[in-house]
């Protein structure tokens, strides 16, 4: 019965968070005012640079943080355990981002087919024109949802090591890894060679995606060993 009440808090967050707020609040209404603009400034004889995209890469990250934040120290109160909370939340919350790529891009195809019915010359500002694509709705879906997931991995993996260890050792352990960085990179003893390697060897896309994707994974399942047995507030920048 925790289990299941604990998955219901959180699916209810993501919902609300996800859900509503983004959708209702940000997406929809950025949706119908680039349809009216469309509408009433029909006459354009430039392309029209459409994009609802944008708030979800801020939502998801947001999501991640503020949403284990406030519900950890709730389903601990109500019993459970931290284990079963990070097990619940990762499966859910891929699961919401996978869910907000799809409806997300369903709209795009919408606001896509209202400006062509309306032969109007249009170009969606997406970050599928990194790869160079043409408007395809599964393509432009991998790509959200590849993005999607790899900000809410990475920028999780990032609090959670500021939860457990707090402010100042986070910035000492960054600083110390930039400073490690910086000095075998001027020494030659580390270079660019692998990034000059995937950038020449043109990749596929599907392979990259899957490249991103289990990235993106790995940092999440390294929250697990970090927040597993953490206590339920961060430390203050003091401790």
Known sequence: MMSRGMNRMILEDATFTLGKILFLYVTIPLMVMWILIGYFLGNMSEDVVIAISGPAYFFFPMFAIAGYKTMIPVAVGL????????????????????????????????????????????????????????????????VDLMFGIFLFCISFLFFAIYFRLGFRVSIIILMGLFILGTTLYYIGLIGLDSFEWLINHNLNDYVVFAIVILVSLLALMITYPILKNSRLRAKTKYE
């Open 79 to 142: 019993g459970g355990t931290r284990k079963d909370f990070l097990k619940s939340f990762y499966v859910i919350s891929l699961f919401a981002v996978t869910v907000v790529v799809v409806i997300l891009n369903v709209l795009q195809l919408i606001l896509k087919e209202s400006y062509r019915l309306m032969d109007l010359p249009n170009t969606i500002l997406h970050p599928a024109v990194f790869f160079n694509m043409e408007y395809n709705f599964f393509s432009y879906v991998l």
